[in-house]
């Protein structure tokens, strides 16, 4: 009886009930954190860098929780359920990243830094004009990312719950906007990052559990996964295969090398994930953390690869069907609830809740670092040391801080709001290609090259921004690209407005050399040479933690 | 808020900076971390050019349903992994030392 009474619960959308109680409960639970680590947040190092008193291991597990967002996490599995092998081809450049920030970027920018990207930068220069370039392109990077997760956040949600309509979507927005603006005012760096540590443990905990399960199926035998998978998938071999996704002519094909680029290179000049490294005590410690954050996205990419073939493999033709229309956002859901016993059992109604609660946690603890990162940097970069030159306190800098994530996140939502109706999803791969266009070769150069000056490096950022976001502007993302089966737009703008002539929809293959040369042309026309005395002073900060903080 | 350093501080920077020690150090962290780039840079463009224009090669199967391509693939987080650990291993070994000894000279001329 009790259990009929469940079966039916569950086949009237049971399942919804408990995701919303699970949501309430991952709310409850960060809101809960936030107003904990307020209490031991008062100088300016508390709130821009959680008081340098995160280990190694803290921050290996909050980088993870920065950096794997619901579009790795639920569009990676997507991508390879329905492309197969093209979805996988992600991941790798998203974790092989990391090698650039362990080997050249994290510890130099510990010891050289305090509490933003333009810290290092502006080391050696004229700190006006480089602290503005860094700040700009932070606040551009930053935005880019927020808003491609605050419009899927909207999506997501209602497709997670099973309801249809924009008031929830709008209503889902603004809450995930409310949430974002409420961890980083209150809780800032300490907030946010345990916010980011919560999530980073759910979610290994729920990939590691349905990848467990998913296994479980084919008696732990990989090859026979990957063989159901590509003789359900209706691809046969091909979907082990590349080129499902990215074959089909050459200019795909330089778009998916200039992708891999970009990917590669955008990791170590993302904003939000720089200032994570400012959050341990030592250079040894964020050379600690980046390794826990590497075999933590490591795992994780792994078992997208299980998700992803598992999905292909196990869901009936419906459900896949499903998976297609939500262009395979559903994924990873509908897999947990196969696995959990199908739909309408009980088990796949509970675990279905769980992979929704910590897709929304994942969305949460993305979105904060990233308002964190823009709002420390409009604060500490543009009104400490361009607006008021340096003459400020550090209570007042917190004060702006806080004004600026209100501002930041009220834009984010208003933003996102009408940007539904768009196709947004280009922005994530757009501000990694900003940031490996604009902030790597400025990272780069004014670390490992003498002459690199003030010119040089305004020269890089702009260059590499305006280039990266410039050829995206008139790229088929924008406009011109229709589908040729339903005859309806691709782009940005509806079909009519054709105003693209650069082919690819990844511009990192001209734009970063673009950053780098404009770097080096800068550098040696300028006038004004660089001061050898303060790149000996940087040198010797940076690789031996020397006058560090 | 900007740092502005002491002459205590920007004499010891430059005595630092000229030592054997300090030349050193650069030296073992660039001749290890310059290669090691190059070489995990190429062996990833060399992944991602495969993926594009070899698919024969790629699509060689190996044992049962598992190919050429998923073996790349994951080869590149074994590198990924052990690059990882061997910077770690090199640097506690090779470069800490060094650094603490400097970082270690410098608080104590400062506080001089």
């Given at each position: 009886?009790?259990?009929n009474v469940?079966?039916?619960?569950s086949?009237?959308?049971?399942?919804q009930?408990?995701?919303?109680v699970l949501?309430?409960?991952?709310v409850?639970?960060?809101?809960a954190i936030?107003f904990?680590?307020?209490?031991?947040?008062?100088t300016a190092?508390?709130?821009?860098?959680?008081?340098?008193?995160?280990?190694?291991f803290?921050?290996?597990?909050?980088i993870g929780?920065?950096y794997?967002?619901?579009?790795s996490?639920?569009?990676?599995s997507g991508?390879?359920a329905?492309?197969g092998?093209d979805?996988?081809l992600?991941?790798i450049?998203?974790?092989?990243?990391?090698?650039v920030?362990?080997?050249?970027?994290?510890e130099?920018?510990?010891?050289s830094?305090?509490?933003?990207?333009?810290?290092?930068?502006?080391y050696r220069?004229?700190q006006r004009?480089v602290r503005t370039?860094a700040s700009?392109?932070?606040v551009?990077?930053s935005i880019f990312?927020?808003l491609?997760q605050m419009?899927?956040?909207?999506a997501l949600?209602s497709?997670?719950l099973?309801?249809e309509g924009?008031t929830?979507?709008?209503?889902?927005?603004?809450?995930?906007?409310?949430?974002m603006?409420?961890?980083?005012?209150?809780?800032g760096m300490?907030?946010?990052?345990w916010?980011q540590?919560?999530?980073?443990v759910?979610?290994?905990?729920?990939?590691l559990?349905i990848?467990?399960?998913?296994l479980?199926?084919f008696n732990?035998?990989?090859?026979?996964?990957?063989?159901?998978?590509?003789?359900?998938?209706g691809?046969?071999?091909?979907?082990l295969e590349?080129?499902l996704?990215y074959?089909?002519d050459?200019t795909s094909?330089l778009?998916?090398?200039s992708l891999?680029?970009?990917?590669?290179?955008g990791?170590?000049?993302l904003?939000?994930i720089l200032?994570r490294?400012?959050?341990v005590?030592?250079?040894?410690?964020a050379?600690?953390?980046?390794?826990w954050?590497?075999?933590?996205i490591?795992s994780f990419?792994?078992?997208t690869?299980?998700?992803?073939?598992g999905?292909a493999?196990?869901?009936s033709?419906?459900?896949?069907a499903k998976?297609?229309e939500s262009?395979?956002n559903?994924?990873?859901?509908?897999?947990?609830?196969a696995?959990g016993g199908?739909?309408?059992?009980t088990?796949?109604?509970i675990?279905l809740?769980?992979i929704a609660?910590?897709a929304?946690a994942?969305?949460?603890a993305?979105?904060?670092?990233?308002?964190?990162?823009?709002a420390s940097?409009?604060?500490h970069?543009?009104y400490?040391?361009?607006?008021?030159k340096?003459?400020?306190s550090?209570?007042?800098e917190?004060?702006?801080?806080?004004?600026?994530a209100f501002v930041?996140g009220g834009v984010?939502?208003a933003l996102?709001i009408?940007?539904?109706?768009?196709n947004?999803?280009?922005?994530?791969?757009?501000?990694f290609a900003?940031a490996?266009s604009a902030?790597?070769?400025?990272?780069?150069?004014?670390?490992f090259w003498k002459d690199f000056?003030?010119r040089?490096?305004?020269?890089s950022?702009?260059g590499?921004l305006i280039?990266?976001?410039g050829?995206?502007?008139?790229?088929?993302?924008?406009?011109g690209?229709?589908d040729?089966?339903?005859?309806?737009s691709?782009?940005?703008?509806?079909t009519?407005?054709?105003?693209?002539?650069?082919?690819?929809?990844n511009p990192?293959?001209v734009?970063?050399p673009i950053?780098?040369l404009l770097?080096?042309?800068?550098t040696?026309?300028a006038?004004?040479k660089?001061d050898?005395?303060?790149y000996?002073e940087?040198e010797?900060?940076?690789m031996?933690?020397?006058?560090?903080e | 808020?900007i740092?502005?350093?002491?002459?205590?501080?920007?004499?010891?920077?430059?005595?630092?900076?000229?030592?054997?020690?300090?030349r050193?150090?650069k030296?073992?962290?660039?001749?290890?971390?310059?290669?090691?780039?190059?070489?995990?840079?190429?062996?990833y463009?060399?992944?991602?050019?495969c993926?594009?224009?070899a698919p024969g090669?790629?699509e060689t199967?190996?044992?049962?349903?598992?190919?050429?391509?998923?073996i790349?693939?994951?080869?590149?987080f074994?590198?990924t992994?052990a690059?990882?650990?061997w910077?770690?291993?090199?640097?506690?070994k090779n470069?800490?030392?060094?650094?603490d000894?400097?970082?270690?000279e410098?608080?104590?001329?400062?506080?001089?």
């Amino acid at each position: 009886m009790s259990t009929n009474v469940i079966l039916a619960a569950s086949e009237e959308g049971g399942h919804q009930t408990l995701t919303t109680v699970l949501f309430v409960g991952v709310v409850l639970l960060t809101v809960a954190i936030t107003f904990w680590a307020s209490r031991n947040t008062k100088t300016a190092a508390d709130y821009y860098a959680g008081g340098r008193s995160f280990s190694g291991f803290q921050n290996g597990l909050a980088i993870g929780g920065d950096y794997m967002s619901a579009a790795s996490f639920l569009g990676i599995s997507g991508a390879i359920a329905l492309s197969g092998y093209d979805g996988f081809l992600y991941s790798i450049g998203f974790l092989v990243a990391w090698l650039v920030a362990l080997l050249l970027i994290a510890e130099l920018l510990r010891n050289s830094g305090r509490f933003t990207m333009a810290d290092q930068l502006a080391y050696r220069m004229r700190q006006r004009p480089v602290r503005t370039a860094a700040s700009v392109s932070t606040v551009v990077v930053s935005i880019f990312y927020l808003l491609a997760q605050m419009v899927g956040a909207g999506a997501l949600v209602s497709l997670l719950l099973g309801v249809e309509g924009d008031t929830l979507k709008n209503l889902t927005i603004v809450g995930v906007g409310v949430l974002m603006i409420f961890y980083v005012v209150v809780g800032g760096m300490k907030g946010t990052t345990w916010v980011q540590i919560v999530k980073a443990v759910l979610l290994m905990v729920g990939t590691l559990l349905i990848s467990v399960l998913v296994l479980a199926k084919f008696n732990f035998n990989l090859s026979e996964l990957l063989g159901t998978a590509a003789s359900n998938s209706g691809h046969g071999q091909a979907f082990l295969e590349p080129g499902l996704k990215y074959g089909a002519d050459f200019t795909s094909k330089l778009d998916f090398l200039s992708l891999g680029i970009a990917l590669v290179l955008g990791t170590a000049g993302l904003p939000h994930i720089l200032i994570r490294f400012y959050t341990v005590p030592t250079a040894r410690q964020a050379r600690v953390s980046v390794n826990w954050a590497i075999g933590l996205i490591g795992s994780f990419y792994l078992m997208t690869l299980i998700l992803g073939f598992g999905a292909a493999a196990l869901l009936s033709d419906d459900q896949y069907a499903k998976v297609a229309e939500s262009g395979g956002n559903l994924a990873s859901p509908l897999l947990a609830e196969a696995v959990g016993g199908g739909e309408g059992s009980t088990g796949g109604a509970i675990l279905l809740a769980l992979i929704a609660a910590v897709a929304f946690a994942t969305i949460l603890a993305v979105v904060a670092g990233l308002t964190l990162a823009s709002a420390s940097s409009v604060a500490h970069d543009l009104y400490a040391n361009v607006i008021k030159k340096g003459e400020v306190s550090g209570r007042e800098e917190v004060k702006v801080a806080r004004i600026a994530a209100f501002v930041i996140g009220g834009v984010a939502i208003a933003l996102a709001i009408p940007g539904q109706s768009l196709n947004v999803a280009f922005l994530v791969a757009l501000a990694f290609a900003v940031a490996a266009s604009a902030n790597l070769p400025a990272l780069i150069y004014n670390l490992f090259w003498k002459d690199f000056n003030t010119r040089g490096a305004t020269w890089s950022i702009y260059g590499g921004l305006i280039s990266a976001v410039g050829l995206v502007f008139f790229s088929p993302v924008v406009s011109g690209k229709v589908d040729p089966a339903t005859g309806e737009s691709l782009s940005l703008f509806g079909t009519g407005v054709d105003f693209s002539w650069f082919p690819l929809e990844n511009p990192g293959i001209v734009s970063i050399p673009i950053g780098f040369l404009l770097g080096w042309l800068g550098t040696i026309t300028a006038k004004e040479k660089a001061d050898p005395r303060k790149y000996r002073e940087l040198e010797v900060r940076s690789m031996t933690g020397a006058g560090a903080e | 808020m900007i740092e502005r350093t002491s002459a205590a501080q920007d004499a010891a920077y430059e005595r630092i900076h000229a030592t054997e020690e300090f030349r050193t150090l650069k030296k073992k962290y660039l001749s290890f971390v310059v290669p090691v780039t190059i070489g995990f840079m190429a062996w990833y463009l060399l992944y991602v050019v495969c993926s594009n224009w070899a698919p024969g090669f790629m699509e060689t199967q190996v044992v049962g349903n598992i190919n050429v391509a998923l073996i790349f693939g994951l080869l590149q987080f074994v590198t990924t992994f052990a690059i990882a650990v061997w910077y770690s291993r090199f640097s506690v070994k090779n470069l800490d030392p060094i650094a603490d000894e400097l970082r270690a000279e410098f608080d104590e001329e400062i506080t001089r």
